[in-house]
């Protein structure tokens, strides 16, 4: 595998300089860039597209959570920071670890170590489980008991049947893609559905169809989308 391009992302040069010099001991390490804000973050996402990103999370422009927010599904985050209280939301963004300053060189081993497993598999879509905010904690679900996903804001409503609503935050954009593509389907702006959780699907205005879901729920396609469900469906059909 070759060296992993990597960007540091750090308000504090002291910090920054140790933890490049750090990574430089590491041959599966290439740091391409390194940024001491939030807005140069961004222009060095643009301009090197890392693989892998050391990002602090308080500092000036946006903040770390609302960068790794903006990162590709394929880039992977490790937090290091002097703050123990956002563990949750880096959770939520998906990163793969989540370091204190000072940093101990074994869990610097071990956040890289994770780092290459996890570039090595493909990106794989959500075929197992979610994690879904319940309030202030998570709950992790299984994706394919998920009958419709449903965005509500910055956030995205999951229907499970005879569970409460929980919310994940991603954009519908990012959701879709990393959904398994045979089973879920964006059928509106709002709306993405699981066609292993449909039931029936009825005639609506305009082409437009309502879909009837296992526990009695109904999510109307749109005319922007429906090429998309009757490429699903025919295949389904084919089969």
Known sequence: MSPIPTLIVEDEPLACELLADMLSRYPSIDVVAQAHDGLE??????????????????????D??????????????????????????????????????????????RAIERAIASLRLPAAPL??????RDGERFVLQTVSEVEWFEAEGKYIRAHVPGQPLRRIRRTMRELAAALDERCFVRVSRSAIVNLDRVQEIQPWFHGDFVLMTDSGGQVTTTRGYRASLERLLGRRTAR
């Open 64 to 109: 770390g959570i609302a960068i790794a927010r903006r990162l590709p599904l394929d880039t992977r985050v490790v937090f290091v920071t002097a703050h123990d209280d956002r563990a949750v939301e880096a959770f939520e963004v998906h990163a793969i670890d989540y370091l204190l300053k000072p940093i101990a060189p074994g869990r610097l081993d």
């Open 41 to 62: 973050a961004i222009t060095a996402l643009t301009r090197h597209h890392p693989l892998l990103v050391f990002l602090d999370i308080r500092m000036p422009g946006p």
């Open 127 to 132: 075929t197992e489980r979610l994690a879904l």
